[in-house]
């Protein structure tokens, strides 16, 4: 059977199967059936590293093996799949996905550091294992901008560019507090305690979704249901983890810059783009209309699009 045609039947089977209050093994196994697909699409293979601690990274690599490597970083509950639709899109470069400690199918120990130096030190160890350390281009999301910022901070003489996707961390511009907790950590409803509360979170975080049955989305829902005391803890430590000073260093290091926003942003303000530009003079501002939180999954082509003509310009230097 063709990768195409097993997609259409998992996503068939899922149709049919309708969204129960928990996913069965048949929803389960057609899920796994469709990440696949999509990842064969890009070409990309499973690894997994183990770091000094211990722990365990997971992660996505594909692309153009010889070409010139680019770590893209998820954003908070999320994991390496965030990236994989605009993977494709992105099949000139060497790209490594992962999966953060405590995201997706790496390590998830209760009491680590979670906060943006850490992630980008286990980050660079990645890379060094690879070793592709001294010569990398970094992207994130939400959360994972902010890991990427810190990574440039650490690292600045390795990278080589930023792709920052509505960028957590740069606080000043202040954020929702019904999207991170008014009530405290726990109320904030990035904090998933049911399926409804993801699907109530999969409208929220984009202007227009994909469709994807709510069979699958609900299959996604239970590893976040599982680890939402975990995730608090995490949400906790990086709403208090301003990377702004950290920032000043890419803006001293003249490290080339693409920001990108969607315009209809519900989790992190659009005007905090303004900030990142005053505190990165370098960097090119490109807002999105009629997008939210994740421009690489709502406008795959156009994102991909936009970011290859930044490299391009890289080039011209």
Same mark, same amino acid.
């Given at each position: 059977m063709t990768l195409k045609r097993l997609s259409l039947v998992a996503l068939f089977s899922l149709s049919v199967v309708g969204c129960t209050t928990a996913p069965n093994t048949l929803t389960v196994n057609a899920t796994q059936k469709l990440i696949q697909f999509e990842r064969n699409k890009a070409n990309l293979e499973k690894k997994v590293l183990t770091l000094a601690?211990?722990?365990?990274?997971?992660?996505?690599?594909g692309g153009n093996i010889n070409g010139e490597p680019l770590l893209l970083i998820h954003g908070f509950g999320a994991n390496k799949d965030n990236f994989t639709r605009i993977a494709k899109e992105l099949s000139d470069y060497h790209l490594i996905l992962p999966d953060l400690l405590g995201f997706g199918e790496s390590g998830k120990p209760p009491q680590a550091d979670y906060r943006a130096d850490a992630q980008a030190q286990r980050l660079h160890e990645l890379l060094q294992a690879k070793g592709m350390a001294s010569n990398i281009h970094v992207g994130g999301n939400s959360m994972g901008g902010a890991i990427s910022v810190a990574y440039a901070a650490m690292y600045p003489d390795s990278v080589k560019s930023l792709w920052l996707l509505d960028s957590a961390g740069f606080w000043s511009a202040g954020f929702a507090q019904d999207r991170f907790g008014d009530g405290g950590i726990t109320s904030s409803p990035l904090l998933i305690e049911t399926k409804e509360d993801y699907f109530a979170l999969y409208d929220l975080v984009m202007y227009k979704p994909p469709y994807i049955p709510k069979t699958v989305q609900a299959v996604f829902a239970q590893t976040n249901i599982a680890n939402r005391e975990l995730h608090g803890n995490i949400l906790e430590q990086i709403t208090a983890d301003n990377v702004e000073a950290? @920032?000043? /260093?890419?803006?001293?290091?003249?490290?080339?810059?693409?920001?990108?926003?969607? $315009?209809?942003? !519900?989790?992190?303000?659009?005007?905090?783009?303004?900030?990142?530009?005053?505190?990165?003079?370098? @960097?090119? /501002?490109?807002?999105?209309?009629?997008?939210?939180?994740?421009?690489?999954?709502? $406008?795959?082509? !156009?994102t991909a699009y936009d970011y290859k003509d930044f490299r391009a310009t890289l080039m011209d230097k």
């Open positions: 601690s211990g722990d365990t990274l997971t992660y996505l690599e950290r @920032a000043k /260093v890419i803006a001293q290091h003249n490290i080339p810059t693409l920001i990108v926003w969607g $315009a209809e942003d !519900k989790i992190i303000k659009p005007e905090t783009a303004v900030i990142m530009k005053q505190i990165i003079p370098q @960097a090119q /501002v490109m807002m999105m209309p009629e997008v939210g939180h994740v421009p690489m999954v709502e $406008a795959v082509k !156009k």
